[in-house]
Antibody, heavy 121, light 108 residues
Framework: QVQLVESGGGVVQPGRSLRLSCAASGFTFSSFPMHWVRQAPGKGLEWVTNISPDGSDKKYSDSVMGRFTISRDNSKNILYLQMNSLTSEDTAVYLC??????????????WGQGTLVTVSS | EIVLTQSPGTLSLSPGESATLSCRASQTVKRNFLAWYQHKPGQAPRLIIYGASRRATGIPDRFSGSGSGTDFTLTIRRLESEDFAAYYCQQYGTSPYDFGQGTKLDIK
């Protein structure tokens, strides 16, 4: 069965960096675009970034452009999110999700449970 | 950037009633690439509708999506207790693939 498990969250001081991981299993990871989505406390879902199956195409929201970098290791089935220059506005649960585009399904069809990032001094 | 505006912010209904949730886009959503997600606290979001009107795998036919262009609707008939959750629309046609701010469906 498809599983996505995020890790790497924690408490970090403003201005510091953190790298999140999302371990994928149960599907051919290298065939699917992947996304990061976050949810700040008490807020809604916010799209953050996505990456193409081979890692060559990446897109970012304005709020993280220039600070966050998405990457993937298809040999290890792991998706990454490198987060630099963190601010309190980045405090959120970060979720990875698989994107599918077929005749029978489109969108973010599998999600992880998320990892909490708290930016605080 | 396409801004999605959902309404209402909160919808209070009783089991057995029908819910109508709206999602309005600031620009035409390319190819009606509009999805709806259900999200319960502590759980992963769940894909409900894609392509504006197509039900995702395993979603009961009480859920239906409609609309095109800039105006989209999620309708849930005969509400069951498990349906009370937050619902988000997302357009996946044009980056950034933003979500609406959500509609919280709670029990009256």
């Amino acid at each position: 069965q498809v599983q996505l498990v995020e890790s790497g969250g924690g408490v970090v001081q403003p201005g510091r960096s953190l790298r999140l991981s999302c371990a994928a299993s149960g599907f051919t990871f290298s065939s699917f675009p992947m996304h990061w989505v976050r949810q700040a406390p008490g807020k809604g879902l916010e799209w953050v970034t996505n990456i193409s199956p081979d890692g060559s195409d990446k897109k970012y929201s304005d709020s993280v452009m220039g600070r966050f970098t998405i990457s993937r290791d298809n040999s290890k089935n792991i998706l990454y999110l490198q987060m630099n220059s963190l601010t309190s506005e980045d405090t959120a649960v970060y979720l990875c999700a698989r994107y599918v585009y077929t005749d029978s399904s489109q969108g973010l069809d599998y999600w992880g449970q998320g990892t909490l990032v708290t930016v605080s001094s | 950037e396409i801004v999605l505006t959902q309404s209402p912010g909160t919808l209070s209904l009783s089991p057995g009633e029908s819910a109508t949730l709206s999602c309005r886009a600031s620009q035409t959503v390319k190819r009606n690439f509009l999805a709806w997600y259900q999200h319960k606290p502590g759980q992963a979001p769940r894909l409900i509708i894609y392509g504006a009107s197509r039900r995702a795998t395993g979603i009961p036919d009480r859920f239906s999506g409609s609309g095109s262009g800039t105006d989209f609707t999620l309708t849930i008939r005969r509400l069951e207790s498990e349906d009370f959750a937050a619902y988000y629309c997302q357009q996946y046609g044009t980056s950034p693939y933003d979500f609406g701010q959500g509609t919280k469906l709670d029990i009256k």
